[in-house]
């Protein structure tokens, strides 16, 4: 079966650095997301994107985190100026028309 | 609103036996039901999804899930609790908002005793 692929599987920053998450979602898919995991707590929607631009997104998604799609395979998720509460697992998920969601295996970051 | 609520946060049964997740849901409309899993370090791997039809809906791993309108459920079962099955358990409804955004439950944790 197809896979999301993302990298780092695992990030440590400073609180305040810049990340940037990266995903490879799979080839013919035309829809993509971010959802967020902190620890022992549900998966959170954060944001969605298609035709290179944001579609939906949530309140968690504030002036702080921005997407993009750079080329025709990646799509980035960037924490300008991280917190401590930033601290989650990152999930990035993609898809076609009208088909559910192929998550990838997330991308743990740690701010300290 | 829409929202998944699963009333088990954990759950220990022994190898061998049957296993029942349950998933309550909130949605206006004939709802895209979901079952994913995530084994400790791993992503959430899709287990089974229900759109429409057969209300019973089979999925991988032997899993077998129920949709049931009348009581806005939408649960996870398995007749033969294998130790590998030990992971976290959510259930997720699609949103309202048309661009599939997904809305998970707060998880169940499975313990299998050997």
């Known amino acids: 079966e197809p896979e999301v692929t993302q990298t780092p599987s695992h990030q440590v920053t400073q609180m305040g650095q810049e990340v940037i998450l990266r995903c490879v979602p799979i080839s013919n898919h035309l829809y993509f997301y971010w959802y967020r995991q902190i620890l022992g707590q549900k998966v959170e929607f954060l944001v969605s994107f298609y035709n290179n631009e944001i579609s939906e997104k949530s309140e968690i998604f504030d002036d702080q985190f921005s997407v993009e799609r750079p080329d025709g395979s990646n799509f980035t998720l960037k924490i300008r100026s991280t917190k401590l509460e930033d601290s989650a697992m990152y999930f990035c998920a993609s898809r076609r028309v009208n088909e559910k969601l192929f998550f990838g295996s997330g991308t743990q970051l740690s701010v300290l | 609103a829409q929202s998944v609520t699963q009333p088990d946060i954990h759950i220990t049964v022994s190898e061998g036996a049957s296993l029942e997740l349950r998933c309550n849901y909130s949605?206006?409309?004939?709802?895209?039901l979901f079952w994913y899993v995530q084994s400790p370090g791993q992503g959430l791997q899709l287990l089974l999804k229900y759109f429409s039809g057969d209300t019973l809906v089979q999925g991988i791993k032997g899993f077998e899930a129920e949709f049931k309108r009348s009581q806005s459920s939408f649960n996870l079962r398995k007749p033969s609790v294998h130790w590998s099955d030990a992971a976290e358990y959510f259930c997720a409804v699609v949103g309202e908002s048309g661009t599939y955004k997904y809305i998970f439950g707060t998880g169940t944790r499975l313990k299998v005793l050997a």
């Open positions: 949605y206006g409309a004939t709802p895209y």
